[in-house]
Every structure is written in C-alpha cells, then in structure tokens.
C-alpha cells in the first residue's frame, strides 16, 4: 500500500518529551511505534511544542498549580525544509523536524521559524480562540505542504481527531487552484482521507466561527457557503472531519454505538467503524514480568517486585509507607467530572473499615487541562478528602508517562468508574492488564471487550446508563465486588495468579496497538 499520512496534535513517546497531553497523544505514540515495530508505510506530523505541556503540582490548599517549562530537544533533526501558512497577515514560515529518537515511525514537526510567530506553538492546546485556529492551520495546511516539499508519495490522509481537518480544506484549495470546481475536488479529496473520532462529549467537540476561519485564513480561501457545506455554522472540527473522510473510526465497539447516534444527524457523514484502541507492548508492559510468565513462582515474584518499586516512589514522593500485603488500588486519569475519581470515596462507612484494617490502600494520580477549573476543584476534592486517611490513600501529583508506567505494573487493581458511556475507550486498563494487574471497572470504553468477570477481572454494575442515577447503584456494585469478590481472590494467592494470567493473556493478544494497526490497515485504510 501507498504511504499514510497520520495527523495528530500530540504525541506521547516519552514523559522526557512532553508532546502529550493524555489520552489522544499516548494513542498516537503508540501507533508511530508499532507502525514502526511492524514496517509499515506510515509517516506522522505534528508540531513542535516549545513548552510541551503543563507540570502540575499540587498547592499547599490542595489545589493544582501549573508549572510550564522550555522543552530541550536535542534528538529534534532539522530536515532544512521550510514550508508557509499565512495566518491572517502574517506570512509564517515554518521549520520541519525530524524525531530522531525512540523506534517509530518517521514522525515530523512544524515549528514556526522567525520568534514572533513562536505564540502559536508555545504550548499545547492554548485556549485563545485565535492561537487555537492557527496551531491547527499549522498542522493541517502546513503538514499537508510539509509532506509535498519533502517529496513523499503520500496517498492517504489519517486526521486523529479533528485538529487537523484544515488539511481537508488545503487539499481541496489545492484542486480547486489546478482547475477542478469545489464538488469534484471535495469527491477528490474524500477518497483520500480517514478520520478517527475519539470524545463522545458533546462539548469536547471544538467548533470555530466562520468569521474567524475568514480572518485567519483557516478556510484556504474557500468561501462560507462552502466552509458551511463541510462543517456547519459554526464550523465544528469534528462534523467536517466526518464530512472529509471516506471513513471514520471510533476507538471501542461501544464507543462505536455512541458516536454512530451522537452524529447520526450529520447529513453525508463517513460511515464510523468501530477498531478498539490497543496500547505498545515495549513500551507499557514490564520486560521482567514478560520474561517470567513461564511459572507461577516466577510471575508472583515479578509482580511483588513491580508493587515494590511503586511502594518505594509513593514513599520518596510523600513519606507514606504503603502496606505492602494490602491490597493496593489505583486510580489515575485526566481529572474530568465524568470519570469519578471519587466514588470510592463516598461511601465512608464502607470504606473506612477497610483500610482502618489494612486490607486495602489506594493511590490516585491525575492532571488537569490548565484552563479546566471543573478539573481542578476534582483534584482538590480528592486530594482535600483523602487526608482523612493519611496512611492508607495517597494523591500523586503531575501524572506523566513515567508515572503511569509504574501506576499500571505495580498496583493490584486498576480501578475505572466513568458515567457509561462517556468514556471512548481508557487505554491505561489496557496497560495495567499486560503487567497482571486486575481491572475493576464500569463496562465503558474497551472494558465491555476485555471483562470476563471474575477471571479477567470484575465489572462493577450490570451497564446501565442512566446517568447521574447510576452513581448510588455503581457505589454499591463497586463496594459489594470488592468485599465478596475481590478481597476473597487476592487473599487466595493460587486463584489470584490464575487470574493475572488470564489477564496478561487478555491484554497482549487482544489490546496491543500492533493490533490495532493491523486493523486499520485491513479495515480504515483498504480502498472501497
């Protein structure tokens, strides 16, 4: 097959390299690496964030205060191409990087030249509205142009999200400039273009202004009439990337169902598929418990060593010394109100005998978008909640890739309590099954896929979606799991290992990103 041009905002390779946000980013990471591992036609563009993304801490009050930092990039290799975006009257110029490090994919980015343009790469994801539009310009037209003036034969467009649905635009203006009427071109360009589709809240659905695609400059001179056609007034990213492609994605089967209703208003929309996300082998699960997966023995050994090294960052970090024979829970996201960090700790009276006894601890970690204050006061919450137990809950701050690594192969249980169906598809369950780390989860996201309950870990409710009425009845299901059934498995150490293992098998064969490559070779990318 001919090259595939994949787009995204963000990257995560590695918490060294902060090009990532979440979710999204570390998705992206791992298909460049396993498009990478497996020798596939894939070329990645992105930008080049001269902040990367924020550091958070917390505050003396409990509540997160962001840090930012200039981000060294040494392994960046200027490929001493230049391409221009004119971002209303500016004309910027742009500088292509080469990734030079990590086994990926080849991976480029734009980082504008002269200084003055710098505002519009300085950090990840800025809420100005004007500095939002021109970072996506940036990578859309500019990577589209990027791509040409490096001469590479690209035959499809890959946009992971709808950062980068200018690019559509771009390559329609373009047709259009060679002679070609705007229907023709926008046929054109639809053969030649996927999209993936990842939130499904409404509100995380970006939309613009078409006043201010005009003033930009974002609409490549199409006019309203035609900006409108592609992607409404106002102009939603996510409706004109469904309106470009000639397929969509979405990243679980149930996040398939979700987003198939959520945009099945959108009149020519591409058919959305759904192909589950999968997560890089090499880079989340641990190589000593990979290697010792031959005998019970050795497997028990491995994984009290991962829980060790986890026990002994959570005592560098906070000067609390977990109980290593308890039952330890983690629980670490983006701070969304959705996603309900605390449910387990709403229930006090069920909660507090428990770890009054040792029996369980838990370890939360977490970050918030700068701008989302919901977010915040989450953080704030937990973090202001869980001094009651001091000894036996911790909060780590400033959740990276470093830290997610340890958080999925050292704790026991790997807890998920999101509203269904809110959550796309939570790939960080997916890492801590591949290290023998037991999911108790709401059946949201890929979890419907990977649960056999009570082998390969637990489902808390019976999947249900009522909303705001679930939280009582999901708080009673994840307490009555956990009493009758999970406390009972890990103090049996026979059926916890037969349970790691089912669960390490689950994760590897179904749920890693080559995987999902393979499939989105076989099913997003092939012709009719």
Not at 7 to 14: A, C, D, N, P, R
Not at 255 to 267: F, I, L, S
Not at 388 to 395: G, K, L, R, T
Not at 439 to 451: H, I, K, M, T, Y
Request: aromatic share 8%.
């Amino acid at each position: 097959m001919s090259l595939v041009a994949y787009f995204s905002m963000e990257y995560g390779l590695h918490e060294e390299f902060a090009s990532y946000a979440g979710g999204l980013g570390v998705l992206a990471g791992d298909f460049m690496k396993s498009a990478g591992d497996l020798g596939l036609p894939v070329v990645g563009i992105g930008l080049r964030w001269a902040q990367g993304y924020v550091t958070q801490r917390i505050g003396p009050h409990g509540y997160p205060v962001d840090e930012w930092h200039e981000q060294k990039a040494d392994f960046l290799v200027d490929t001493h191409v230049r391409v221009r975006v004119r971002v209303a009257a500016r004309e910027v110029e742009c500088r292509v990087w080469r990734v030079g490090r990590y086994t990926i994919a080849p991976l480029f980015l734009l980082e504008p030249v002269n200084a003055r343009d710098r505002w519009i790469t300085r950090r990840l994801y800025d809420t100005r509205p004007d500095c939002r539009i021109a970072q996506e310009m940036l990578l859309g037209i500019g990577g589209v142009r990027a791509l040409a003036a490096l001469h590479l034969p690209v035959e499809l467009y890959h946009f992971n999200e709808g950062h980068a649905v200018f690019a559509g635009l771009e390559l329609i203006a373009s047709a259009m400039e060679a002679g070609a009427d705007f229907d023709s071109a926008r046929r054109a360009a639809r053969q030649r273009i996927v999209f993936t589709t990842h939130t499904p809240v409404p509100a995380g659905n970006e939309t613009h202004a078409l006043a201010d695609l005009g003033r930009l400059g974002a609409g490549c001179e199409l006019v309203e009439g035609e900006l409108r056609e592609i992607g409404g007034d106002p102009f939603n990213m996510t409706v004109a990337g469904l309106r470009l492609a000639r397929r969509a994605n979405a990243v679980a089967q149930l996040h398939g169902h979700t987003a198939r209703a959520m945009w099945a208003h959108v009149e020519d929309a591409a058919p959305i598929i759904a192909i589950t996300n999968g997560v890089h082998v090499g880079s989340w699960q641990d190589e000593r418990l990979r290697a010792a997966v031959a005998s019970d023995e050795d497997l028990r050994a491995a994984r009290r060593l991962l829980k060790d090294e986890l026990l002994a960052e959570v005592d560098r970090r906070t000067g609390v010394r977990l109980d290593r024979n308890a039952l330890t829970i983690g629980f670490a996201r983006r701070a969304a109100t959705y996603k309900r960090p605390d449910l387990v700790l709403r229930d006090p009276e069920r909660l507090a005998p428990l770890l009054k006894d040792r029996r369980l601890q838990l370890v939360f970690a977490g970050k918030a978008h700068p701008a989302d204050q919901e977010g915040k006061a989450v953080i704030a919450l937990l973090v202001e909640t869980i001094r009651q137990w001091p000894e036996s809950i911790v909060f780590l701050d400033n959740y990276d890739m470093g830290l997610g690594r340890l958080l999925t192969r050292g704790c026991d249980v790997w807890l998920n309590t999101p509203r269904r169906p809110m959550e796309a598809s939570g790939t960080s369950g997916m890492k801590a099954a591949m290290n023998g780390v037991l999911n108790l989860s709401v059946l949201d996201g890929w979890w419907p896929e990977g649960c056999e309950h009570g082998e390969t870990g637990w489902a808390i409710g019976n999947g249900e979606e009522d909303g705001l009425s679930r939280d009582l009845s999901d708080l009673g299901s994840l307490f009555d799991t956990l009493e009758s059934e999970v406390l009972p498995a890990f103090a049996d150490p026979a059926r916890w290992t037969q349970m790691m293992r089912a669960s390490i098998r689950m994760g590897t064969e179904r749920f890693s990103s080559d995987r999902m490559v393979r499939e989105y070779f076989a099913r997003l990318y092939a012709a009719g």
